[in-house]
């Protein structure tokens, strides 16, 4: 079996309790759990136009056999998303302006605002147990719909299968983008090689020759995975490595990021949220989620008051980041609730050569590539069963795990982190305001101001020239 998205979902659940007639199985971006990191939510925030755009279409009901292929186009009226995302208001409104009741399952998604027994019932990853035939999940680092799902069903089989033949294939891919592309570049950032046809030919044909035909010698590495930053394919006995060093970067004051404790770790940061003029998550017009966004230039952001910009020094020697991100904040609010995005950003030199012309033609010098970008709902900080308000002005931590990431920040880059509280369209809008965001009204949209505190860090694994 195999398959890539909702496909990769049927592949991996296919595992479970297998026929023994089933020999290999290769989920390929499979949804994993549609509530903490795949495709419609993240960490309780919703991903309004993948979501909306998704069921706009494929939720449709089909009561007879229909030539109508799924997925029909809606009608915005506009190329632009965040016009139109922003006029549409309130979720609330989805359904009284856009949809009239003829999309059921967006009406049931809006009934669940928080992890129950709904979502719950859905996640794969408590079943992936004893599975007995070979597993080789594949994933892309900037896979926009199922990060989590590839990452997360390898991990789940590695602890709850240790028997089984489980190993992960990763590359700097969009969502399905090892199947349908080239792999040498996505947006304006190159990848230097046709990682997709090196996937391909030499770990895709091998795995499935050597246990469906009985072809070959199979030698593939527990995790094949890419290292975006240095461009080169890395092998591993362990993922994330075993020998990565857990290392704090904090975000100190007048803009710094260090590997240092900060002197004053009670001073703060400030910015005003506004979810009437929210932070844009592209720099160009689109109606729904890009792919291309996950490694876009995030100039455009660091530029606007309400996002906080912290970065390093120029690297004296390059830096490699291979697993989870954990974002550790303290912060405070003026409002009872609010979402906190971080992301982490690879700053070139101002000297950085540019894209060749048959490229995108892109300057490259000062470009700001998002490596790995995560929100999470402040409301959410203790469980995503059980939501609890912010309390006005009162420090709060709110820590949680971003997907991995494995990328090289080559010397002479730096290393930023952007904190924001709106990340417009691509994540829903917050009110600032402690209610069912699904059924708020537009009243209850309101200002806050936002206070991060220098203890905030943002936890990675390094890896030693020596372990690389």
Same mark, same amino acid.
């Given at each position: 079996m195999w398959g890539i998205s909702y496909p990769g979902f049927y592949a991996a659940v296919g595992t479970?309790?297998?026929?023994?007639?089933?020999?290999?199985?290769?989920?390929?971006?499979?949804?994993?759990?549609? =509530?903490?990191?795949?495709? /419609?939510?993240?960490?309780?925030?919703? /991903?309004l136009p993948h979501a909306f755009n998704f069921f706009s279409g494929f939720g449709r009901a089909r009561p007879k056999p229909t030539s109508v292929p799924a997925g029909e186009r809606f009608n915005h009226g506009t190329p632009d998303g965040y016009k139109f995302f922003l006029e549409m208001g309130s979720l609330a409104n989805g359904d009284?302006?856009? /949809?009239?009741?003829?999309?059921?399952?967006?009406?049931?998604?809006?009934?669940? #605002?928080?992890?129950?027994? %709904?979502w719950q019932a859905r996640n794969t990853l408590p079943h992936l147990r004893n599975i007995k035939p070979a597993v080789m999940t594949v994933g892309g680092w900037f896979d926009a719909?199922?990060? =989590?799902?590839?990452?997360?069903? %390898?991990?789940y089989i590695e602890k709850q299968s240790p028997g089984a033949y489980n190993i992960l294939v990763m590359g700097p891919w969009f969502h399905g983008g090892w199947s349908r592309s080239d792999g040498d570049q996505l947006g304006d950032v190159r990848f230097g090689s046709k990682t997709g046809a090196f996937y391909r030919e030499n770990i895709e044909l091998p795995f499935f020759n050597y246990y469906l035909k009985d072809s070959g010698t199979l030698k593939l590495p527990e995790a094949y995975v890419f290292e975006t930053g240095s461009n080169k394919w890395k092998t591993y006995e362990q993922w994330p490595p075993v020998n990565a060093e857990i290392k704090s970067l904090y975000f100190d004051s007048?803009?710094?990021?260090?590997?240092?404790?900060p002197l004053d770790p009670k001073g703060f940061d400030e910015y005003v949220s506004d979810p009437s003029k929210p932070v844009p998550f592209i720099n160009n017009i689109a109606i729904g989620m890009t792919r291309e966004y996950m490694v876009d230039d995030q100039r455009f952001t660091s530029r606007r008051p309400d996002v906080l910009v912290y970065q390093t020094a120029p690297l004296a020697e390059e830096l490699?980041?291979?697993?989870p991100l954990t974002a550790s904040l303290f912060v405070s609010t003026t409002g009872t609730d609010s979402d906190f995005m971080v992301?982490?950003?690879?700053?070139?030199?101002?000297?950085?050569?540019?894209?060749?012309p048959n490229s995108t033609?892109?300057?490259?010098?000062? %470009?700001?590539?998002?490596?790995?970008?995560? #929100?999470?709902r402040a409301r959410f900080r203790n469980s995503f069963e059980r939501p609890e308000a912010m309390v006005p002005n009162k420090i709060e931590k709110i820590e949680y795990v971003m997907p991995d990431v494995n990328h090289t920040f080559p010397r002479g880059h730096r290393v930023m982190v952007q904190v924001q509280s709106t990340w417009f369209p691509l994540v829903d809008r917050n009110p600032q305001k402690f209610v069912?965001? %699904?059924?708020?009204?537009?009243?209850d949209f309101q200002k806050a101001t936002q206070h991060v505190y220098h203890s905030s860090r943002l936890v990675l694994n390094v890896l030693s020239k020596v372990s690389q």
């Amino acid at each position: 079996m195999w398959g890539i998205s909702y496909p990769g979902f049927y592949a991996a659940v296919g595992t479970i309790d297998a026929h023994p007639a089933l020999k290999a199985a290769s989920p390929q971006a499979p949804i994993a759990d549609w =509530f903490i990191g795949d495709d /419609f939510h993240h960490n309780g925030t919703l /991903f309004l136009p993948h979501a909306f755009n998704f069921f706009s279409g494929f939720g449709r009901a089909r009561p007879k056999p229909t030539s109508v292929p799924a997925g029909e186009r809606f009608n915005h009226g506009t190329p632009d998303g965040y016009k139109f995302f922003l006029e549409m208001g309130s979720l609330a409104n989805g359904d009284k302006k856009h /949809f009239h009741g003829s999309i059921a399952y967006w009406n049931e998604m809006m009934e669940h #605002p928080n992890y129950d027994s %709904y979502w719950q019932a859905r996640n794969t990853l408590p079943h992936l147990r004893n599975i007995k035939p070979a597993v080789m999940t594949v994933g892309g680092w900037f896979d926009a719909e199922d990060l =989590f799902g590839a990452l997360n069903t %390898y991990k789940y089989i590695e602890k709850q299968s240790p028997g089984a033949y489980n190993i992960l294939v990763m590359g700097p891919w969009f969502h399905g983008g090892w199947s349908r592309s080239d792999g040498d570049q996505l947006g304006d950032v190159r990848f230097g090689s046709k990682t997709g046809a090196f996937y391909r030919e030499n770990i895709e044909l091998p795995f499935f020759n050597y246990y469906l035909k009985d072809s070959g010698t199979l030698k593939l590495p527990e995790a094949y995975v890419f290292e975006t930053g240095s461009n080169k394919w890395k092998t591993y006995e362990q993922w994330p490595p075993v020998n990565a060093e857990i290392k704090s970067l904090y975000f100190d004051s007048q803009g710094k990021l260090s590997f240092t404790t900060p002197l004053d770790p009670k001073g703060f940061d400030e910015y005003v949220s506004d979810p009437s003029k929210p932070v844009p998550f592209i720099n160009n017009i689109a109606i729904g989620m890009t792919r291309e966004y996950m490694v876009d230039d995030q100039r455009f952001t660091s530029r606007r008051p309400d996002v906080l910009v912290y970065q390093t020094a120029p690297l004296a020697e390059e830096l490699t980041v291979a697993g989870p991100l954990t974002a550790s904040l303290f912060v405070s609010t003026t409002g009872t609730d609010s979402d906190f995005m971080v992301k982490l950003i690879d700053v070139y030199p101002d000297d950085a050569p540019d894209n060749q012309p048959n490229s995108t033609g892109m300057k490259m010098g000062g %470009y700001q590539m998002l490596v790995r970008g995560e #929100p999470m709902r402040a409301r959410f900080r203790n469980s995503f069963e059980r939501p609890e308000a912010m309390v006005p002005n009162k420090i709060e931590k709110i820590e949680y795990v971003m997907p991995d990431v494995n990328h090289t920040f080559p010397r002479g880059h730096r290393v930023m982190v952007q904190v924001q509280s709106t990340w417009f369209p691509l994540v829903d809008r917050n009110p600032q305001k402690f209610v069912d965001i %699904y059924k708020a009204k537009d009243s209850d949209f309101q200002k806050a101001t936002q206070h991060v505190y220098h203890s905030s860090r943002l936890v990675l694994n390094v890896l030693s020239k020596v372990s690389q």
